[in-house]
Each structure stands twice: as structure tokens, then as C-alpha cells.
């Protein structure tokens, strides 16, 4: 059986930065809070973020890239922007306690993290 996808909006990755800028230090953020917030933004079952990142902006740290973390948590490889070990350190120096999770304690994860995720709807 075929089943249709979701009609979809697509949002510049401009869009994306801007929203991720709204979270300030000591808060941390999910894609999926993001994509949720422009979704219900615009009115649509799903977004997708296109484009080209900023990422001379990224590296000059003028968007906080590095407060996005997994859905559980968890901290992840950029490949381009940050390893894990880089985030983990930018994250703490925000105050967040990074701790060992994960299958045998391989992962790093922002502890009690769903206490520290920012808030989009409550900024409206």
C-alpha cells in the first residue's frame, strides 16, 4: 500500500539559525523542537530545513550550533562544525553537566536535559 508523505514546507536554513539564536546560554534545543515550532509556525504537518548552512557565521560562534542535542539528550559529531569532545566543552562552560550515557557508557549526554530545553512556545 502506498502511502503518501506529509505535505511538506521547506525552510531556509537562515530561518533555522534565526530560531536557534532565540536559545540562550544555559537552555539546549532539539532539531525536532525546531522543525515542530516552525511546523505549527506555518500551519503544515512537517517542515524540512533546505539550503546552505552559514557556516563562516558557525564559526565564528554567531549562532550557539553547538546547544543542539539529540532527541534523548545525547550529544553528536557535526563532521563539519564540532566533535562530540568540543561540544561537550562548550556546553559545560554554559553550565550544563555532561555525563557518560549510553550503551556501556560510550555516549555523552546533557544530564536531566528535558529540565533545560528551551521553550519556543512560551516566547510567544
Known sequence: VYVP?????????????????????GKITRYEDITKYLAKKYNVPRVEIVGQRPLQAAFNKEYPYWRVVTSRGFLYEDRVLHTVE???????????????????????????????LYDFDKED
Not at 10 to 17: A, C, G, N, P, T
Not at 90 to 115: D, M, P
Open 5 to 25: 508523505a506529509l505535505p511538506c514546507k521547506e525552510i531556509d536554513y537562515s530561518e533555522y539559525v534565526e530560531i536557534l539564536k532565540r536559545v540562550p546560554a
Open 86 to 116: 568540543e561540544q561537550k566543552v562548550l556546553l559545560e562552560a554554559e553550565g550544563h553537566t555532561v555525563i557518560s550515557g549510553g550503551a556501556r557508557g560510550k555516549s555523552l549526554k546533557v544530564e536531566n536535559y528535558t529540565s533545560v
